[in-house]
Nanobody
Framework: QVQLVESGGGSVQAGGSLTLSCAASGYMSSPNCMGWFRQPPGKEREGVATIDDDGVTTSYGDSVKGRFTISRDFAKNTVYLQMNGLKPEDTAMYYC??????????????????WGPGTQVTVSS
């Protein structure tokens, strides 16, 4: 059974940075792609970033392009989300997810088989 656990959330002032990590335990066969999603209070979950099985191909939500960077370390079974230039509207619970696919969709949450419990990010103005 694959388990995902996020870490690195916290409170930061606008303009600051945070790096989220998502550690995967258990055997996850290839192919597998990973994604980060977020759910602001009272709103629907939205895709933030994805990274494909090749570890190179990425995609980003329009609201985070140029500010967030997703990466993965295959040796550590960990996916990262580097967040720079944080804004109050980035405040949300952040989740990582894994799909048994070569390429992940940033919008199709149904593709993802495994989800972490989430880590809270709060950005104050």
């Amino acid at each position: 059974q694959v388990q995902l656990v996020e870490s690195g959330g916290g409170s930061v002032q606008a303009g600051g940075s945070l790096t989220l990590s998502c550690a995967a335990s258990g055997y996850m066969s290839s192919p597998n792609c990973m994604g980060w999603f977020r759910q602001p209070p009272g709103k629907e979950r939205e895709g933030v970033a994805t990274i494909d099985d090749d570890g190179v191909t990425t995609s980003y939500g329009d609201s985070v392009k140029g500010r967030f960077t997703i990466s993965r370390d295959f040796a550590k079974n960990t996916v990262y989300l580097q967040m720079n230039g944080l804004k109050p509207e980035d405040t949300a619970m952040y989740y990582c997810a894994a799909a048994r696919r070569w390429s992940c969709s940033i919008s199709r949450t149904s593709d993802y088989l495994y989800w972490g419990p989430g880590t809270q990010v709060t950005v104050s103005s």
